[in-house]
């Protein structure tokens, strides 16, 4: 009889990625962001859910890939949807996601304070700071 590997140990986690950081390189992803939200999931995530651009999501992706871990990209419809595509976007990666992984940008906060707003709905949440790249989470009281 065989037996099929099972990641799950409790409740799923489906984390979502908001935001992009272009300036951002594979060593800083692992050490800064990967390596220390694993420690603190405990785990390797189910899914992860992502915006199909941008080079932070693809140094994400690639990850997920070689961990085995189900990857779903999800794409701004810039034509139909014009300047509404990526708050589109954005809500289906919140909608399915369990946990929330945030890219703060530098000249907008939108994404921040999407953060903060799922945090208090009692999502687990998590911040990338961009200058210097750090990473936090959002706790609520």
Partial sequence: MDFEETRIVGKPIYLGI?????????????????HPLMSVLGRLPDKVILPSEGTSSAYISIWAERNNIHTQCVEA????????????????IVKECTH???FIG????????????????????????????????????
């Fill in 77 to 92: 419809d810039w034509r139909k949807f014009q300047r509404k595509a990526a708050i589109l976007r954005d809500a289906r």
């Fill in 18 to 34: 908001l935001g992009i950081h272009n300036q951002i390189n594979k060593e800083e992803i692992h050490e800064k962001i990967l």
């Fill in 106 to 141: 530098i000249r907008s906060r939108t994404n921040e304070q999407t953060a903060f707003r799922h945090a208090k709905k009692g999502k687990q949440v998590f911040l990338v700071e961009p200058n210097p790249i750090e990473l936090c989470e959002i706790v609520v009281e």
């Fill in 100 to 102: 929330l992984l945030t």
